[in-house]
């Protein structure tokens, strides 16, 4: 199996008569955050000349949006600022408007999508235990709204005190 993307230009040549294409094309890593080979445009393609900085760069913004908790425009400003250093690239870094909906739409698949109403709402079981697996949600009730969050041990230490603080919010 290949373990890089092929993207090829599809624009044909306005000149020639037998429509041949344009020779275009750049080979990727698999998440597209770096360019293997690229092989130039013919010299009538109307074609961007930094589409693959720019498929680069739209990448590694949609990998960090998902993999980091900053904030999207937090990411945005870092690679950019990054991109204005070198003089050649400088102002071929994608656009914000252009790229943040898909960095919140990476952001997003990290998260269960929401029920449509709350007595769907089924809480994953990551949600439900503490790192070393005790249970954490003790107790729920949908038609009510309430949750429960505590492990055993915390519930036994509250047991053992003559005094409790509560938050009812």
Same mark, same amino acid.
């Given at each position: 199996?290949?373990? *890089? &993307?092929?993207? +090829?230009?599809?624009? !044909?040549? @306005?000149?020639?008569?037998?429509?041949?294409?344009? #020779?275009?094309? !750049?080979?990727? #890593? =698999?998440?597209?955050?770096?360019?293997?080979?690229? #092989?130039?445009?013919?010299?009538?393609?109307?074609?961007?000349?930094?589409?693959?900085?720019?498929?680069? &760069? &739209?990448?590694?913004?949609?990998? +960090?949006?998902?993999?980091?908790?900053?904030?999207? @425009?937090?990411?945005?400003?870092?690679?950019?600022?990054?991109?204005?250093? *070198?003089? %050649?690239? %400088?102002?071929?870094?994608?656009?914000?408007?252009?790229?943040?909906? %898909?960095?919140?739409?990476?952001?997003?698949? +990290?998260?269960?999508? =929401?029920? %449509?109403?709350?007595?769907?709402?089924?809480?994953?079981? @990551?949600?439900?235990?503490?790192?070393?697996?005790?249970?954490?949600?003790?107790? *729920?009730?949908?038609? +009510?709204?309430? =949750?429960?969050?505590?492990?055993?041990? #915390?519930?036994?230490? =509250?047991?053992?005190?003559?005094?409790?603080?509560?938050?009812?919010?």
């Amino acid at each position: 199996a290949s373990r *890089q &993307k092929y993207w +090829r230009c599809s624009k !044909v040549c @306005p000149k020639c008569t037998d429509k041949e294409g344009c #020779n275009g094309a !750049v080979w990727t #890593n =698999l998440d597209v955050t770096t360019v293997i080979k690229q #092989n130039d445009h013919i010299e009538s393609c109307p074609v961007d000349e930094h589409l693959a900085y720019k498929l680069e &760069k &739209k990448a590694i913004l949609k990998k +960090r949006s998902a993999e980091e908790t900053k904030s999207i @425009p937090a990411i945005y400003d870092e690679e950019a600022s990054a991109a204005s250093t *070198q003089p %050649s690239t %400088s102002g071929h870094f994608p656009l914000y408007k252009r790229v943040k909906s %898909s960095m919140y739409r990476h952001r997003a698949k +990290r998260y269960p999508k =929401l029920p %449509s109403h709350r007595r769907y709402l089924q809480i994953p079981v @990551p949600f439900r235990t503490t790192k070393s697996g005790d249970d954490f949600l003790l107790w *729920q009730s949908a038609t +009510r709204h309430i =949750l429960v969050f505590a492990t055993g041990y #915390n519930i036994r230490l =509250l047991a053992a005190m003559r005094t409790w603080g509560m938050d009812g919010t």
